[in-house]
């Protein structure tokens, strides 16, 4: 997180600073997403050229990243008035920009990198509008005082000439109340600082959102269990490939003369698979052994350590499957629960701040402006419901409570 005190005059120059600071937390950036997308640490291993050397990815960070972003935001985040007040407005302002797959993207960000930026403009024709940003392309300072307040947030996005080579950067420096855009050269001298412009947020229009308190991806501290799940799963199938390239031992027999006849016998071996061998010769395979149950245990353990320490359970195992009650369900995924939760807090906070600053620019833009305050935001875990045991809780209590709210303990979006 970058500080800065709270009078410092906000400049480009002082954006490049900054930027040349986040860029050195890039490559830990780039090694998370490569996990996601399959390029991992295996890929890299060599071996001698006739050894087997098959090198196969058990791509559990983007099992883990997808799991918890659907569970997470599968079903989209919902807005309701504590007092009873019309919101609709904001709703349709989210509703334009597409909030719901937003939220995904925000989410799925912060799963793998730790964190994710979200920017708010107006196009133009006065819309308001959310783009989420590469957080290894963005970034918020704040002020340092204890309130922590965001002095302004940065986007630089990288400019390609007509052969795809990189030429320089175009750059959004967005402090509370103006954007200025300038333009750097690779290495960041600042070539052009445009005009600055009002953005009427009233506010930095960059947010940040945590996807937990250490800044870290989901599958960020079991990123060494899976190379090692990775490099037994290769050697499993190395093994198997070096066990159909067993050697021919003969012993007591000659296969020929001269090596033109030995090369002759060696391959009607090959292509009849039999052999004539007298009395007195023998011939048999030379292999290696492995123990494939303790093999096989080493993997269920590593397997249950990457779930056990990433918090994210393992679907396909049998405890899932059958009609399990919804108590049984919720202790199984306990952990997952509570990870769960830590990102609904933070980034409930990154949604408060996105309403505030709609809310700002809905008064400027000649609108009633909302009562934020007075806005509640539910999430809905996106997790199969037990629907009979459901019934059965609703039927028990339907001469207690009201309807709305029996309909409420359903578990369907009934408006």
């Known amino acids: 997180m970058f500080t800065i005190p709270a009078d410092t005059q906000l400049t480009p120059k002082l954006a490049v600073q900054f930027i040349l600071k986040h860029s050195l937390g890039n490559d830990r950036l780039d090694r998370l997403y490569s996990y996601y997308i399959g390029e991992h640490k295996i890929l890299d291993r060599a071996k001698s050229r006739n050894a087997a050397n098959n090198r196969l990815v058990c791509n559990h960070a983007k099992y883990i990243t997808d799991c918890t972003t659907g569970y997470f935001l599968g079903s989209p985040v919902k807005y309701y008035s504590r007092s009873g007040k019309d919101i609709s407005q904001i709703k349709d302002v989210l509703k334009r920009c597409d909030s719901e797959t937003q939220d995904i993207d925000l989410a799925r960000y912060g799963s793998v990198f730790g964190v994710s930026y979200e920017m708010l403009y107006l196009d133009g024709d006065s819309n308001i509008k959310l783009a989420s940003l590469d957080p290894r392309s963005a970034f918020v300072v704040y002020d340092d005082t204890v309130d922590m307040k965001p002095m302004f947030g940065v986007y630089y996005m990288p400019l390609m000439n007509a052969d795809g080579i990189k030429s320089g950067y175009r750059i959004y420096l967005c402090d509370k109340d103006t954007v200025t855009e300038f333009f750097t050269t690779v290495s960041f001298s600042i070539t052009k600082v445009c005009e600055p412009y009002e953005h009427f947020f009233g506010g930095v229009p960059i947010i940040e959102y945590y ?42 027999q000659v296969l020929g003369d001269t090596e033109e006849e030995e090369n002759s016998t060696y391959s009607a071996i090959r292509k009849y698979g039999v052999m004539t061998i007298d009395d007195t010769g023998d011939a048999k395979w030379l292999t290696r052994q492995f123990d494939e149950s303790s093999v096989d245990i080493l993997r269920k353990s590593l397997e249950n350590d990457i779930h056990k320490f990433s918090g994210v359970p393992c679907m396909n195992d049998e405890s899932f499957s059958g009609n399990t009650s919804g108590v049984a369900m919720k202790y199984k995924l306990l952990a997952f629960e509570q990870m769960t939760k830590i990102k609904e807090r933070y980034f409930t906070e990154g949604l408060r701040i996105r309403l505030t600053l709609i809310a700002n620019a809905l008064s400027v833009l000649g609108y009633s402006k909302p009562d934020v305050g007075d806005i509640g935001i539910q999430f809905t875990y996106n997790l199969p419901e037990n629907e009979a045991e459901k019934a059965e809780t609703v039927s028990l209590l339907k001469d207690i409570l009201t309807t709305e709210q029996l309909i409420k303990l359903l578990p369907y979006d009934i408006e």
């Open 211 to 252: 996807n937990n308190w250490d800044r870290q991806g989901d599958f960020e501290q079991v990123t060494t269990l899976i190379d090692a799940y990775n490099t037994l799963q290769s050697d499993r199938v190395n093994d198997k490939e070096q066990f159909v390239d067993s050697i021919l031992v003969i012993k007591g």
